[in-house]
């Protein structure tokens, strides 16, 4: 089992900046697929970005391509997104998730992923 804990969220203005964390515990060592998901008000949660462990390669979603970015620290525990030049669209619950395989078919989707965290509330002001 993997426990995934998301901080970070917070009030912010458009134009800024924010850092998600996502602390994994358990066994860590059976993840190969770390992501961030979103959801709105009113929408479904939608797939946002993802690193995949074995090819050390990134995916991210077309409205924050160039504006967010994911990585890992060294130890693999903690998975990070930096989102920068925020805008009120961005406004989300953010999801961490991890996935125990890496298949290009479904990284982006919800039913891939194994384990997920709580949930971070991300609120751009215009």
């Known amino acids: 089992q993997v426990q995934l804990e998301d901080t970070g969220g917070g009030l912010v203005q458009a134009g800024d900046s924010l850092r998600l964390s996502c602390e994994a515990s358990?066994?860590?060592?059976?993840?190969?697929?770390r992501a961030w998901f979103r959801q709105a008000p009113g929408k479904e949660r939608e797939f946002v970005a993802v690193?995949?462990?074995?090819?050390?390669?990134?995916h991210y979603a077309e409205p924050v391509t160039g504006r967010f970015t994911i990585s890992t620290d060294n130890a693999k525990k903690t998975t990070y997104l930096q989102m920068h030049n925020l805008k009120p669209a961005d406004t989300a619950v953010y999801y961490c998730?991890?996935?125990?395989?890496?298949?290009?078919?479904?990284?982006?989707?919800?039913?891939?992923?194994?384990?997920w965290g709580q949930g971070t509330q991300v609120t751009v002001s215009a």
């Open positions: 998730a991890a996935g125990t395989y890496y298949a290009v078919t479904d990284y982006y989707l919800t039913n891939h992923y194994d384990y």
């Open positions: 358990g066994r860590t060592e059976s993840i190969d697929t």
């Open positions: 690193l995949i462990d074995r090819y050390n390669k990134t």
